[in-house]
């Protein structure tokens, strides 16, 4: 019963109905750059989990017979300087920067989202000391706690999703903190707490479902920030240990010989950095504005 | 919505600025090279003055100043430092293609041997000061000589039945001359080039006022020279006899080094000062160097090829090789890796899987040469395991170990012939775990490639990596039961060469069982025996002897050894020499300039 009514007063019930979704759905098609971000990043997903399939190659031995190739012949995108095939590792190493990304950038979403749910919707004394740890943190240069963190441990995918995670919640935090602080005076909400609806209730049934747009444009975001800051660990030498790759850690060695004009080493990587943020940024946009049409609507 | 993350403007900028950089490099559409001088590489008027600034090894900072070495500070920086403010009685110098002992920088002269090889005597040179103005006198060598005497186990040079246990008598004849008496005739050459060559002068009147015992004043003096931060202001670290002074010793490792006023050497500095600067990578340092932030720094050897566009820059391009080898050092007292590495046909596996000529080729791109054993290649008949994957495989599988699952495991254990050995498990995985220095490109690659060759034998490697002073700091000589020896199993620190000989190439201070560099705790009475030989006889056999047995023995894995450095150094930076033993000598260094102008 009391289900029931509780969720007659909720207003996602009726943002989900199959209109709304088709209606969210074609603003998002409509736009172009970011219906172009999508197919990148599906394209970027295929060839670096599929390509495999079709270019095989030894990512783990090195060869020093093929050291430094130029591109051409059997090995499309060169060698690199330890004879690894180049289109190869790009695959490989997109592996890495993708799974560390989208893992990071989700985990950092998750959790900064339920702890600006909680610290918005219960406002007071816990409220102020759970942003007073956000500022805290926010004013410590992420990328410093980032440097500092990988130097002590040893990086592994799992590793680098925590550190990267532990920096990146702050922004959803403070985002979602003022979604609920927004959402915590709504008339569904003071007829939950009446009806005896406890503040888990609240948080996990009620705000951050009502705040889900916003969570999900900001973790388009996230996973682009996550996707660079992988990228930047490695190219500072931080990255996970050979024979791993990511294309950050690729596009640091290839910079050694930006002397002895090695492009094919410096611009793939650097290229796909660039069209996978680019892409996830793109799909955030068309997101963005897609969820502002549809709340405009309703 | 406002939801733009603000932050991803910064390493977006970045990764673009690095892609678009590296495009316009690679199009040689960039900015014109910084060129630092137009003057060449010879000719010009020497002017006095000016600053000179010498790049530091790639993560690399001198951390220790007290001129008696510690174990973990041995790097060569530190000594090439303490040297510029702490005179050697005697330091060895190139001369054609010899080293000798009796460079003009000596503090001493000439050593002369009697009593059948048996007695030393020494003359301190006239006229030397400390920076106060007190004469150096045989009492400030005394004062070395109780402290090692007195705390030989905290010494880093010390090794059992060496110096200072080979000398029973210090006798004082005069204020300038004192006597050795020896325990037995030692070969002189040897000796001179081998135990002199640690001989100090240090000065007991600022160091040791109140006249404590040795130790007590030691135990002081390493107190002081652990306060990093307070190397240029500690009034202790003040008073030197070297002809220069320190200025400024910051945190980070950069060190500023000023003129000594009183100095009364014949190599009194030219220049107004000179700066040690430290790097966390080769790449750092490079792209410094090519902004001209550096005079005399280094490049990549993965750049030699374009030395020209440096050439272009005002910089001449000069490969420092050093007299030296290079190993993975192994670390037979570990618990779990010791009863492996402890088999010699595992080492001689190993040994079999590094390609050393390939690595040297292609990853050094020519600026190593495979290293064949303890002693310089000459000595040596060649290469006792060259790279034979094969050969490898076969001794493994011949001893017990079989692929299961793409890993080694022993699966005859037992001390038999054809068993795995004493101290391997049944089923044991053949894994190890090496400790490397961090900063370059090439050593990087080289361990990858070692990795690869293992992994491709079946034997897992996993490499760590860190900053050189944590890898010195880490691979010390330890007891089983040490918690250290835990810590490490294979170590590598040779990105500049891991060991440079003494004038005399012999293994006392790196293979003899208890050495102060024998980091791994190589312990063996032939080798011992054979070293012995070396230190008391002239004959060359006994030096090929000693270098063949090791060389054979395997108490390291033996890599490819690189020149100390490709540098690159300013046209207009001349005194410059490059010595195999990595002695630095800034008061030679010296501007020029065109027409003669102040620099």
Redesign the interface.
């Known amino acids: 019963m009391t289900t029931t009514a509780l969720d007659a007063t909720q207003p996602e019930a009726a943002l989900a109905t199959p209109s709304l979704a088709r209606r969210t759905l074609t603003v998002f098609a409509r736009n172009k750059l970011a219906l172009t971000g999508a197919l990148v990043l599906l394209g970027l997903l295929a060839f670096c989990f599929l390509g495999p399939l079709i270019h095989p190659t030894d990512q ?3 060869d ?2 093929q ?1 430094s190739l130029a591109p051409g012949g059997a090995h499309p995108l060169g060698t690199t ?2 004879g690894y095939d180049l289109l190869g590792r790009l695959m490989y190493g997109g592996q890495t920067s993708l799974e560390v990304g989208l893992a990071a950038g989700l985990l950092a979403t998750l959790f900064g989202t339920v702890y600006g749910a909680v610290a918005g919707y219960f406002g007071g004394w816990v409220d102020a000391a759970m942003m007073r740890v956000t500022d805290a943190a926010l004013a410590i240069p ?2 410093f706690l980032l440097v500092v963190v990988a130097a002590i441990v ?1 990086p592994s995918k799992p590793v680098l999703i925590l550190i990267i995670a532990s920096v990146a919640w702050l ?1 959803p935090a403070r ?1 979602i903190r003022g979604e609920a602080l927004a959402l915590r005076s709504r008339d569904y909400i003071h007829a939950m707490r009446l009806m005896g609806g406890g503040g888990g209730r609240a948080v996990f049934r009620h705000i951050v479902p009502n705040a889900i ?2 969570v999900i ?2 973790a388009t ?2 996973i ?2 996550a996707i ?2 992988v ?2 660990l490695s ?1 500072l ?1 931080l990255s996970i ?3 791993a790759a990511d294309w ?1 850690s690729m ?1 640091s ?9 090695y ?1 094919w080493l ?2 793939p990587p ?2 796909a ?2 069209l996978v ?1 680019a892409a996830f ?1 793109f799909i ?1 946009d068309g997101l ?1 504005d897609a ?2 049409v549809r709340l405009t609507k309703n | 919505m406002g939801l733009r993350s603000t932050r991803i403007r910064g390493p977006l900028g970045r990764i673009l600025a690095a892609v678009l950089l590296g495009a316009t490099a690679l199009t040689g559409c960039g900015p014109t090279a910084n060129v630092v001088t137009d003057v060449g590489a010879t000719g010009g008027t020497p002017v006095r003055g000016g600053t000179a600034t010498m790049a530091l090894p790639p993560a690399a900072s001198p951390n220790w100043i007290f001129p008696i070495g510690a174990p973990g500070y041995l790097a060569t920086y530190n000594k090439a430092i303490q040297n510029l403010l702490f005179l050697p009685l005697y330091t060895a110098e190139k001369k054609g293609d010899a080293l000798t002992m009796d460079s003009p920088r000596n503090l001493a002269e000439q050593p002369r041997y009697s009593d059948g090889n048996k007695t030393v005597t020494i003359t301190l040179k006239k006229g030397y000061t400390w920076s106060d103005g007190v004469p150096v006198t045989t009492r400030d060598v005394k004062f070395w000589f109780d402290l090692i005497k007195g705390n030989k186990k905290e010494w880093a040079g010390y090794s059992p039945s060496l110096m200072p246990d080979d000398v029973t008598a210090f006798e004082t004849v005069d204020d300038r001359t004192f006597r050795l008496r020896l325990d037995r005739a030692y070969n002189p050459a040897w000796f001179t080039g081998n135990q002199l060559d640690s001989f100090l002068a240090l000065p007991v009147h600022a160091w040791n006022p109140r006249n404590e015992d040795p130790k007590t004043a030691f135990a002081r003096l390493t107190q002081h020279a652990k306060q990093f931060s307070q190397f240029a202001t500690d009034p202790l670290w003040k008073t030197v006899n070297g002809p220069w002074t320190i200025e400024k010793w910051n945190t980070s490792g950069q060190v500023s080094l000023v003129p000594n006023k009183n100095y009364r050497g014949p190599d009194k500095p030219h220049l107004d000062r000179v700066v040690f600067k430290p790097f966390t990578t080769a790449d750092s340092e490079f792209n410094v160097l090519r902004a001209g932030g550096v005079d005399y720094g280094y490049i990549p050897p993965s750049v030699m090829a374009q030395s020209a566009k440096f050439k272009e820059m005002g910089y001449r391009i000069d490969p420092w090789d050093g007299w030296a080898i290079t190993y993975i050092v192994l670390n037979f007292n570990h618990p779990t890796a010791g009863p492996l590495l402890r088999q010699s046909y595992l080492r001689q596996a190993l040994q079999y899987l590094i390609d050393q000529k390939s690595i040297s080729k292609v990853i050094w791109h020519g600026s190593a040469a495979p290293t064949l054993g303890p002693v310089p290649a000459g000595l040596l008949d060649g290469e006792p395991y060259p790279y034979d994957p094969e050969q490898a495989k076969r001794l493994l599988a011949a001893h017990g170990w079989a692929d299961r699952d793409g890993t080694l495991r022993c699966v005859r254990p037992g001390t038999g012939a054809a068993e795995c050995g004493t101290g391997v498990k049944d089923g044991q995985e053949l894994r190890l775990s090496l400790l490397s220095q961090s900063g370059s490109t090439e050593t990087s690659n080289t361990m990858q490639a070692i990795k690869s060759e293992f992994g491709k034998a079946g034997i897992t490697l996993d490499i760590r990596q860190q900053p050189l002073n944590t890898v010195l700091g880490t691979t010390v000589p330890c007891k089983k039961d040490e918690p250290i020896c835990g810590e490490w199993q294979l170590g590598f620190f040779g990105t500049q060469g891991s060991w440079y000989f003494p004038t005399d190439p012999s293994g006392e201070k790196l293979f003899a069982t208890n050495a102060p560099s024998n980091m791994g705790n190589w312990s063996d009475p032939r080798t011992d025996r054979l070293i012995r030989d070396t230190e008391y006889s002239d004959a060359p056999a006994a030096m090929r002897d000693y270098g063949r047995e090791v060389a054979r023995q395997l108490p390291v894995l033996w890599t490819p050894n690189p020149a100390y450095q490709v540098s690159a150094i300013r046209n207009d930076l001349r005194g410059i020499d490059q010595n195999v033993t990595l002695t630095l000598a800034p008061q030679d260094w010296y501007f020029v300039t065109k027409d003669g102008a102040g620099k």
């Open positions: 783990i031995h090195t020093l017979t050291a300087d330890l992420a990328l040893t922004s985002l747009g916003t444009v900001n975001f996230q682009a920030d660079l800051y990228a930047y190219f030498g240990p050979p024979p950050g596009l060695a290839g910079i050694t010989y930006t002397q002895v004009g492009w410096i611009f650097g290229i950095i660039v943020v940024n955030g963005r969820f502002d």
